[in-house]
């Protein structure tokens, strides 16, 4: 099983960007699915953007367009570049691995849009 930690957050205004990493330690980190989660106060933790062991992605609605996520099996990691941010992005970000069974969580990093 892996253990991610991701690392990038912080705060930017409306418009502005942020790359998110995770980094994964490890084995066999090409054969996980893995996926950028969200959790804003109050709300339930929602799914953001998600790449696929075979390189295929899935995005939320919301960030279509504005988010991308990529992944680096030589480097054990998964990026979420972030574009145009809007106030309503601002939540905890989650790095998630899964595999079957296996299923690991990094520990959040704080993503905060405010002008």
């Known amino acids: 099983q892996v253990q991610l930690v991701e690392s990038g957050g912080g705060l930017v205004q409306p418009g502005g960007s942020l790359r998110l990493s995770c980094a994964a330690s490890?084995?066999?980190?090409?054969?996980?699915?893995l996926g950028w989660y969200r959790q804003a106060p109050g709300k339930q933790r929602e799914l953001v953007a998600a790449i696929s062991s075979g390189g295929s992605t899935n995005y939320a609605g919301s960030v279509r367009g504005r988010f991308t996520i990529s992944r680096d099996n030589a480097k054990n990691t998964v990026l979420l570049q972030m574009n145009s941010l809007k106030p309503e992005d601002t939540a905890v970000y989650y790095c998630?691995?899964?595999?079957?069974?296996?299923?690991?969580w990094g520990q959040g990093t704080q993503v905060t849009v405010s002008s």
């Open positions: 490890g084995s066999m980190f090409s054969i996980y699915d």
């Open positions: 998630n691995a899964h595999r079957g069974i296996l299923n690991s």
